[in-house]
Antibody, heavy 118, light 108 residues
Framework: EVQLVQSGAEVKKPGESLKISCKTS????????IAWVRQMPGKGPEWMGI????????RYSPSFQGQITISADNSIDTAYLQWSSLRASDTAIYYC???????????WGQGTLVTVSS | DIQMTQSPSSLSASTGDRVTITCQAS??????LNWYQQKPGKAPKLLIY???NLEAGVPSRFSGSGSGTDFTLTISALQPEDVATYYC??????????FGPGTKVDIK
């Protein structure tokens, strides 16, 4: 069974750094793109960026370029999303999701709530 | 970038009603469009892929149609458990993808 299990909720202050994780299992980690999706309160999902573990190919949405870093550790089948300096506007739920070759997003993490407040 | 719109933004219907949600793209997507259901506090769940194919395990009252720039998600007989927000998602330029703004469905 394919599973994506994300790290727990975080409460941070503006300017702080953060790295959240997405531990995968049940499939060959290197063979699928892993995307990160933001969902702000009451809004639809937004594609932030995506990572291909085989060659570390990384693509970012222009809206998030320079604001986030996506990476992975292939030895533990885990993907990461990190910020060097959080803003209050980063408050949202963040999902990792596996992208199938046909464009389907069949497997999602449970989401990580990030709250940024002074 | 391809822009996605959905209509209506919300609707309220009675149990057993036929419900139709539309999704429009700013460019030709062929059939590179999926539909998702999201319930409060949960991740989106894939319902329909490639515009008209039912994902395994999804009830047959859900169906999708369309191609090009205009797509439709239909619930043939609305059930209380279908209360959710529905999103279309285009994947014309993999590995990038974008979602529509969503349609919230409630029961009268």
């Amino acid at each position: 069974e394919v599973q994506l299990v994300q790290s727990g909720a975080e409460v941070k202050k503006p300017g702080e750094s953060l790295k959240i994780s997405c531990k995968t299992s049940g499939y060959t980690f290197r063979s699928y793109w892993i995307a990160w999706v933001r969902q702000m309160p009451g809004k639809g999902p937004e594609w932030m960026g995506i990572f291909y573990p085989t060659d570390s190919d990384t693509r970012y949405s222009p809206s998030f370029q320079g604001q986030i870093t996506i990476s992975a550790d292939n030895s533990i089948d885990t993907a990461y999303l990190q910020w060097s300096s959080l803003r209050a506007s980063d408050t949202a739920i963040y999902y990792c999701v596996r992208l199938n070759a046909t464009g389907r997003l069949s497997n999602w993490g449970q989401g990580t709530l990030v709250t940024v407040s002074s | 970038d391809i822009q996605m719109t959905q209509s209506p933004s919300s609707l309220s219907a009675s149990t057993g009603d036929r419900v139709t949600i539309t999704c429009q793209a700013s460019e030709d997507l062929l059939d590179y469009l999926n539909w998702y259901q999201q319930k409060p506090g949960k991740a989106p769940k894939l319902l329909i892929y490639d515009a008209s194919n039912l994902e395994a395990g999804v009830p047959s009252r859900f169906s999708g149609s369309g191609s090009g720039t205009d797509f439709t998600l239909t619930i043939s007989a609305l059930q209380p458990e279908d209360v959710a927000t529905y999103y279309c998602q285009q994947y014309d330029n993999l590995p990038r993808f974008t979602f529509g703004p969503g349609t919230k469905v409630d029961i009268k």
